[in-house]
């Protein structure tokens, strides 16, 4: 049997009728917002080393210690490992050493209660 194109359109509809059957509803607000949480690392070159490897793993060390301090921010136990996260910044100092920003958006009920 061949379907003509109203046919068609027809049961689509139907369809998406009976597997979203609240589609037309309105989606709940969410209770918890998303909170950008930053974190800092600090990495320094290996002593005896120069040049572009020493540079590569100062920065490769502060990139670790961002993503660390990230995951310690958001679960102080440290049984988690670090969420998903995007590199902000990344600055290389006059000593040889670097700096590495780190963000990652987290629902706020995730974050530790803070003491007032």
Do not use: W
Request: with cysteine; charged share 20%.
């Amino acid at each position: 049997m061949i379907l003509g194109s109203r046919q068609v359109a027809k049961l689509m509809v139907v369809i998406a009728g009976a597997v979203c059957p609240n589609a037309s509803a309105k989606a709940p607000a969410p209770t918890s917002r998303v909170v950008a949480i930053q974190a800092t690392g600090v990495g320094h070159p290996a002593k005896g080393m120069a040049g572009a490897r020493a540079k590569l793993m100062a920065r490769r060390a502060a990139e670790v210690a961002a993503a660390r301090n990230l995951a310690l921010k958001i679960d102080p136990t440290g049984r988690q490992g670090a969420p998903p996260f995007r590199y902000v910044s990344t600055k290389f100092l006059s000593d040889g050493s670097v700096e590495v920003v780190v963000e990652a958006k987290v629902v706020e009920s995730m974050l530790p209660k803070r003491k007032p």
